[in-house]
C-alpha cells in the first residue's frame, strides 16, 4: 500500500523555521516529482514547491528565497525548509507524488501556524 507520511509541521513564531518532511512508502516502480502543496482556511490547495527525480526545482513567488525544496531518492524522502516564515504561511501542508504507474498520491497533511 502506498503512503505518504508528513512530519514536521507546528507552531512558530514569525520570522521562524520550520523542516518539513514526507516518506514515501509501498511504491514499486519509483516516483517522478515529489512536491508540497499548502491549503488555508477558505482557500484553494496551491502549490508551494516541487522537484524532479533529477533535481529541478520550481516554487511559488511567495515563497522563493525563503523555501527550499529537497529529496533523498534513496530513501524516498522529500524535504521542505521554511525560513523567515510569515502568519500568511499559516495552512496545512501536503506531501504529494508522481508516481511512474501514472498515478498522483497524497500525504494526509501537516498543520503549520505561524504567529505575528
Known amino acids: 500500500q502506498v503512503q505518504l507520511v508528513e512530519s514536521g509541521g507546528g507552531l512558530v513564531q514569525a520570522g521562524g523555521s520550520l523542516r518539513l518532511s514526507c516518506a514515501a512508502s509501498?511504491?514499486?516502480?519509483?516516483?517522478?516529482?515529489m512536491g508540497w502543496y499548502r491549503q488555508a482556511p477558505g482557500k484553494q490547495r496551491e502549490l508551494v514547491a516541487s522537484?524532479?527525480?533529477?533535481?529541478?526545482?520550481n516554487y511559488a513567488d511567495s515563497v522563493k528565497g525563503r523555501f527550499t525544496i529537497s529529496r533523498d531518492n534513496a530513501k524516498r524522502m522529500v524535504y521542505l525548509q521554511m525560513n523567515s516564515l510569515k502568519p500568511e504561511d499559516t495552512a496545512v501542508y501536503y506531501c504529494?507524488?508522481?508516481?511512474?504507474?501514472?498515478?498522483?498520491?497524497w500525504g494526509q497533511g501537516t498543520q503549520v501556524t505561524v504567529s505575528s
Open positions: 504529494n507524488a508522481d508516481l511512474r504507474d501514472g498515478s498522483t498520491r
Open positions: 509501498g511504491i514499486i516502480f519509483g516516483i517522478n516529482a
Open positions: 522537484i524532479t527525480s533529477g533535481g529541478s526545482t
